[in-house]
């Protein structure tokens, strides 16, 4: 009896340790059972996402198809008035040219500047020649020259 007595208290023991590594065994496989189903719970969201975008695709595409072909006739449309503009422009020039009640007198208006332009040129052409002169007499007056009567020499010819 006495035997029984402790082959039971062994048993039991054995059986508490069995159990202890059995507990240590759950814990461990319901981490890994939480961390696979909060993989699979990311996995199902990607892959909700990812058939939500393929879904989209087909509609992006038909859309920029879209935009592409209105660009297209935009572009088409803005040649034909640049060219509608150019020929206006054109039938202007011709109509403007024999019509123009102007004509003449801006012909004469560009005469006019020319020859503005032309004496301004000249006059310019005399103040350098005077300030030239200047510095002529200048430089001759340092050196002792009778400038009067060089002057006086130079009046009596013309």
Do not use: C, H, W
């Not at 065994?25 to 990812?50: A, D, P, S, W």
């Not at 660009?71 to 008035?81: C, N």
Request: glycine share 2%; proline share 2%.
């Amino acid at each position: 009896m006495p035997l029984d007595f402790l082959s039971s208290l062994f048993k039991r023991k054995k059986e508490e340790e069995v159990e202890g590594e059995q507990e240590e065994i759950n814990v461990e496989e319901l981490e890994e059972r939480v961390e696979n189903r909060e993989e699979n719970e990311q996995l199902n969201q990607i892959m909700e996402r990812i058939n939500e975008i393929e879904n989209d695709i087909p509609r992006i595409k038909i859309s920029i198809d879209n935009i592409k072909k209105q660009i297209q006739e935009l572009r088409e449309e803005i040649e034909r008035l640049d060219k509608t503009i150019k020929d206006v422009m054109m039938l202007y020039e011709v109509v403007s040219q024999e019509i123009n009640p102007f004509k003449e007198q801006l012909s004469q208006e560009t005469s006019l500047s020319s020859e503005i332009q032309e004496l301004k040129k000249q006059i310019e052409e005399i103040r350098m020649e005077l300030a030239q002169v200047k510095n002529d007499i200048k430089v001759l007056a340092g050196y002792g020259v009778d400038i009067d009567s060089i002057l006086y020499e130079v009046l009596a010819e013309v």
